[in-house]
């Protein structure tokens, strides 16, 4: 059974950080990249950051660009995404995601992705 289970996410103010974090367990860790997305109320699932395999490769959506980190531990099978600098526009749920690859890419796409955590809520307040 495959489960990715997220945490780290809370109510913060404005300009703080937090470290989402996501275990995965029931597949082969080292043969997915990893993926983050978050959803606004009111709003469809969106592209936050994703990381390769091996970490070589790392992609950010804009607006998270120089505030936000994603990294992984294959030896413990978990992805982190560090958010510095919280606007209250990073409000939202936080989902981690995990995709097959063969060939060491990542996508962007939410279909692209295999399997989901359930969540974990971020609340940034002004």
């Known amino acids: 059974q495959v489960q990715l289970v997220e945490s780290g996410g809370g109510l913060v103010q404005a300009g703080d950080s937090l470290r989402l974090s996501c275990a995965v367990s029931?597949?082969?860790?080292?043969?997915?990249?990893m993926g983050w997305f978050r959803q606004a109320p009111g709003k469809e699932r969106e592209f936050v950051s994703a990381?390769?395999?091996?970490?070589?490769?790392?992609v950010y959506e804009d607006a998270v660009k120089g505030r936000f980190i994603v990294s992984r531990e294959n030896d413990r099978n978990t992805v982190y995404l560090q958010m510095n600098a919280l606007k209250p526009e990073d409000t939202a749920i936080y989902y981690c995601?995990?995709?097959?690859?063969?060939?060491?890419?990542?996508?962007?796409?939410?279909?692209?992705?295999?399997?989901w955590g359930q969540g974990t809520q971020v609340t940034v307040s002004s």
């Open positions: 990381i390769s395999r091996r970490s070589g490769t790392r």
């Open positions: 029931g597949l082969s860790f080292i043969d997915y990249a």
């Open positions: 995601a995990a995709h097959a690859t063969s060939s060491g890419g990542i996508t962007r796409r939410l279909d692209g992705y295999d399997y």
